[in-house]
């Protein structure tokens, strides 16, 4: 065993004859502890959030979406769709034309965005799994229905079982329209509801799927669409795809993933997770203040052990190691003990549930999860910080004036 090292090491284990300088070494340990067990409590935290989030949208975003740059519409489906066909991975293909409407119901109105989609789009999303009432349909028995958000839903007090009464909806006629009437204007359709789904306030508040037929009839676009919707095999090549598709549609269609359709979303959640992770290391920088008293004392205590290392041969250099070694170990137990608490108040909330949620979220409980790469930052930055605070107290109380006097 290295030398310094083992002197070190005795130094922490030992008692001291100034019991002070044992409980402030144990309290370092200790805050250097509890304080990186809260960053991976708290990093995890945010990392099940984040994933939670990404499952709720992966519900209603595919991987891959095609729109138009010059146009609001796609009209050369057939030459779109021969190039999607020419990449292997892509397995799934679905349709939809996004518009915004006047929707009414009785007395009541709202303005919203329809959504009309095509068979496939169940088959490439989740969107079933967030219907929670009634059911996902758009055609039943020649009739047309709607699948609205719970926000517009609880707006216009649309029930699921009333199918007499006619829920409406108003999009202005392309080109330009000449004539007394007003509402003559206005293409109009009428459906009933089918289901209401329950996502976020982002989607509850702004979408009504019907069927794309319905839609295009709406708004004047026959065989026209929004957005063409894709998904892949192995979600591992989503980027290479993506940049091959991209290739082969040019600079006149955008092709963007789930997260960069959704980009302000998913980076604020990570600029929330660098924030917090900042705050909990700024709170871990005074923690180690203590490493700082802790190694003053020592070296003040330890003045005849130097001097008689200094008359045995040792040079400054070997001296600084060992109590530089010192707040090594302080840091490195103190971040090691924190790291496996985190680790077990993690696997508690995993496994038991422990800090649960009322029944009005759409999560029964805190989600959790860890990631190695939050481990191997959260130890680096404890260690670093650990390094700089003994490096002021065994830079200045190890010079050959003190130690001789």
């Known amino acids: 065993m290295n ?17 002070a300088i044992n409980i402030i070494s144990w309290i370092s340990i200790v805050a250097i502890a509890l304080t990186t067990g809260a960053l991976v409590v708290v990093l995890s935290a945010m990392n099940g959030l984040t994933g939670v989030v990404a499952d709720l949208y992966n519900a209603i975003e595919t991987d891959l979406k095609i729109t138009s740059v010059n146009s609001k519409y796609i009209k050369n489906k057939e030459e779109i769709e021969k190039k999607i066909k020419s990449i292997s991975e892509i397995n799934g293909v679905s349709y939809s034309l996004e518009e915004n409407a006047l ?7 709202a303005v919203i965005t329809v959504k009309g989609v095509d068979a496939n789009f ?65 293409n109009k359709i009428t459906i009933s509801p089918g289901g209401v789904f329950s996502l976020n306030d982002d989607f509850d508040y702004k979408y009504v799927l019907i069927d794309l037929s319905e839609a295009q009839s709406l708004f004047d676009c026959k065989d026209e669409v929004s957005v063409i919707e894709l998904n892949i095999t192995d979600k591992s090549k989503l980027n290479a795809i993506q940049e091959k598709l991209q290739t082969l549609l040019g600079n006149d269609y955008l092709v963007k993933n789930r997260y960069q359709a959704n980009d ?6 990570e600029i929330e997770k660098l924030w917090v992770f900042l705050i909990l290391a700024f709170i871990l920088v005074i923690a180690t203040f203590n490493i700082i008293g802790s190694l ?11 001097k008689t290392l200094y008359n045995l041969g040792a040079d ?9 070694k010192e707040g090594f170990l302080i840091t490195f137990v103190g971040a090691m003990s924190g790291l496996f608490i985190g680790l077990i108040i993690c696997l508690i909330q995993q ?35 650990g390094f700089l605070a003994a490096l002021y107290p065994v830079r200045v109380f190890t010079k050959n004036d003190l130690v001789h006097q």
């Open 3 to 19: 030398l310094s090292f083992f002197i070190a090491k005795r130094y922490l284990i030992s008692k001291k004859s100034n019991n």
């Open 103 to 109: 929707i009414k119901l009785d007395d009541k109105q």
């Open 122 to 186: 169940k088959n490439l999303t989740k969107f079933d799994t967030v219907v929670n009432e009634g059911v996902y349909r758009f055609e039943y028995n020649n009739q047309f229905y709607g699948v609205f958000g719970k926000g517009i839903a609880n707006k216009l007090g649309i029930n699921v079982n009333d199918f007499i009464s006619p829920i409406s909806i108003y999009a202005p006629k392309r080109g330009k329209f000449e004539g007394i009437n007003p509402e003559d204007a206005f």
């Open 264 to 269: 302000v979303l998913f980076k604020t959640l």
């Open 296 to 306: 003053t004392m020592l070296i003040i205590e330890k003045k005849k052990d130097i």
């Open 316 to 324: 400054q250099q070997f001296i600084k190691s060992i109590f530089m």
């Open 351 to 385: 496994k038991f549930h422990v800090v649960t949620f009322d029944d009005q979220y759409v999560i029964p409980y805190y989600p959790i999860i860890m990631e190695l790469k939050d481990f191997v930052w959260i130890l680096g930055v404890v260690m670093i910080i």
